[in-house]
T-cell receptor
Framework: DTGVSQNPRHKITKRGQNVTFRCDPI?????LYWYRQTLGQGPEFLTYFQNEAQLEKSRLLSDRFSAERPKGSFSTLEIQRTEQGDSAMYLC?????????FGPGTRLTVL | SQQGEEDPQALSIQEGENATMNCSYK?????LQWYRQNSGRGLVHLILIRSNEREKHSGRLRVTLDTSKKSSSLLITASRAADTASYFCATDTGTGANNLFFGTGTRLTVIP
């Protein structure tokens, strides 16, 4: 399967812990996006990479959140000092043109 | 805040019937896209319509766009139980990132 993959699929952590998620985009896609989706809502944009450059960040991305895309391939999203409000599905998408292809997401539960 | 709002929030129909979902948005767009999300899974792209297009078809899907009213509709004809999912419209405002602004979704249930 050559779609977008995300790991882990599920993560349960205690408040205050740090977590890191990984996204592997479709190999030839130069654009990579992170979104967050809470229950009953549509996804909300967090950040965008073109190749290895992080070009845009949403106001939702507090200073506890950091994302990287070294070498312009996979990306990681780290949340430091997690809070219960961080519980959500974190979705990654990649694209070459206008259509974005989404991964299955990482469901984070903060206890 | 969310760019789009879908209507209705939930829709339940019998298999074989048509399903229509509407989306309204707030600002100018470059294109509008519809996505499907099955329970607990990722989003699957269905169709993209550009701001200079008024109607587009793909298999059993028909999308319309009215930029003067800032609205779009998605019609699924001859629905199947497998169409049961949440459907989201997403707008691309054409900024550098081409990031998408999603609505709150319509939950479609197709009863066999």
């Amino acid at each position: 399967d050559t779609g977008v993959s995300q790991n882990p699929r599920h993560k349960i952590t205690k408040r205050g812990q740090n977590v890191t998620f990984r996204c592997d985009p479709i190999s030839e896609h130069n654009r990579l996006y992170w979104y967050r989706q809470t229950l009953g809502q549509g996804p909300e944009f967090l950040t965008y990479f073109q190749n290895e450059a992080q070009l845009e960040k949403s106001r939702l991305l507090s200073d506890r959140f950091s994302a990287e895309r070294p070498k312009g391939s996979f990306s990681t999203l780290e949340i430091q000092r997690t809070e219960q409000g961080d519980s959500a599905m974190y979705l990654c998408a990649s694209s070459l043109g206008l259509t974005q292809y989404f991964g299955p997401g990482t469901r984070l539960t903060v206890l | 805040s969310q760019q789009g709002e879908e209507d209705p929030q939930a829709l339940s129909i019998q298999e074989g019937e048509n399903a229509t979902m509407n989306c309204s948005y707030k600002t100018s767009i470059n294109n509008l896209q519809w996505y499907r999300q099955n329970s607990g899974r990722g989003l699957v792209h269905l169709i993209l319509i550009r701001s200079n297009e008024r109607e587009k078809h793909s298999g059993r899907l028909r999308v319309t766009l009215d930029t003067s009213k800032k609205s779009s509709s998605l019609l699924i004809t001859a629905s199947r139980a497998a169409d049961t999912a949440s459907y989201f419209c997403a707008t691309d405002t054409g900024t550098g990132a081409n990031n998408l602004f999603f609505g709150t979704g319509t939950r479609l249930t197709v009863i066999p």
